[in-house]
């Protein structure tokens, strides 16, 4: 027999609930303190994408984000939450407007932090323009609240990774949490398979493409500060990590970042797989990593993987 | 894509105190359904927006059966559909009524 569902606790449905399969308003609702979560711009409102019906395709009443505030382990957070089965996730006009809005709120206050669950494959074709502009606006009021004092940390482990833009914004936060199956790129691999060929990278072979973009690699890579195992409850306590292991920004800040980036650049330019990388970085039987259990990982990355603590 | 509405006489309020709750996704083969406590207690509406046409015979009977079943008086569903078919259909609006019969807001 299985337990009824009322004696179990919260944190035991967040251990059991797969962040990969769960929709963005299950995983807010099992990220953030029990029954704490509030909506801005909620369904009920309707505020669709004005340009999808154009196109004759159908409309979600949230746009595929969910922004709100909450509290985790009572201090308060501004969330949002891509639903990355609804277009691929993706920025269009009004769902890029919400996570702009939401960001220029925590700067206009300055002390409550920002987590954005990503899951996105980047800007929505039928809205391209308007997409665009949304990333840059994003861009711009993530490092705005971030100079204002705002931490934003990326929870990446949805089914649509994290592509295009949302790679781009991902690369602006203070610090990400990744799991296995959360992939950040900025180009995906079909996008590089038709501009390149397929000897340049072959979007079919799957563990190519999860050992070049999937969370391991950016966890030794120290795109991601930290490796969650894939269910809701890992990357609560990611977040509660990275919020507290997260310093202040600033003009040194950005100037440490440039150099760790231009640092792995020397180190690893010339690496033609990330294998060679994990081999360079002194890892013995690098070819193994993408089978390693979460916790084996996490010792791993914890000894030999970078950080970029110092910089970002 | 395709605009349905179906509107119906009830025999009982829904049960619970939400006012409003949301299931599914929109994406291939699913739904969203929003389900709002906004009518009278013996009415049901149900506006359909659907990205597959000519349906309309199958969405009246998944409706009229469901209506039946659960008698969901004073609410208001909201429907975008991907394409889903009649059971996922059936399972969103069960779920949408289990929801908002809830307490809460």
Known sequence: ?312 | MEDLNFQHQVRARADGTRQRAIVGVVASGNLEVLVERSLPDAECVVDIKTAATGFGAVWSAVIGDFVERYSPGGLKFSINDGGARPDTVSLRLAQAVRLIAEAGQ
């Open chain 1, 1 to 312: 027999m299985t337990a009824p569902l009322k004696d179990i606790s919260p944190a035991e449905r967040a251990r059991s609930t797969s962040f990969y399969e769960a929709s963005a308003r299950t995983r807010l609702d099992l990220l953030l303190d029990a029954g704490s979560f509030v909506e801005f711009i909620g369904p009920e409102q309707r505020e669709v994408s004005p340009h999808l019906k154009i196109f004759d395709l159908p409309e979600q009443f949230d746009d595929g984000i969910i922004v709100g505030h909450g509290r985790l382990d009572d201090s308060p957070v501004f969330v949002a939450a891509q639903e990355g089965r609804f277009m691929g996730g993706a920025f269009g006009e009004v769902h890029g407007a919400k996570l702009t809005g939401l960001l220029r709120a925590a700067r206009q206050i300055g002390s409550i932090p920002v987590l954005i669950l990503f899951d996105t494959g980047g800007v929505r074709l039928q809205e391209a323009n308007a997409g665009e502009l949304a990333i840059a606006e994003i861009m711009r009021a993530l490092m705005e609240a971030r100079s204002a004092g705002v931490k934003v940390i990326g929870l990446i482990g949805g089914r649509s990774g994290c592509y295009g833009g949302g790679g781009l914004i991902a690369g602006c936060c203070s610090a990400l949490a990744v799991s296995e199956p959360g992939r950040i790129a900025v180009s995906g691999p079909e996008v590089i398979e038709t501009n390149r060929g397929v000897e340049e990278f072959d979007s079919r072979d799957r563990a190519l493409v999860w050992r070049t973009m999937g969370g391991k690699h950016r966890r030794l890579l120290g795109a991601a500060d930290v490796f969650a195992d894939d269910n809701v409850q890992d990357f609560r306590e990611a977040a509660l990590e990275l919020l507290g292991l997260v310093g202040p920004f600033g003009l040194d800040r950005l100037r440490a970042e440039q150099r760790r980036l231009a640092d792995r650049l020397r180190s690893f330019g010339d690496c033609g797989d990330a294998v060679d990388i994990w081999t360079a970085e002194g890892i013995a039987h690098a070819e193994a990593v993408p089978e390693l259990p979460a916790d084996q990982f996490i010792a791993l990355a914890n000894r030999i993987g970078r950080t970029s603590r110092d910089a970002r």
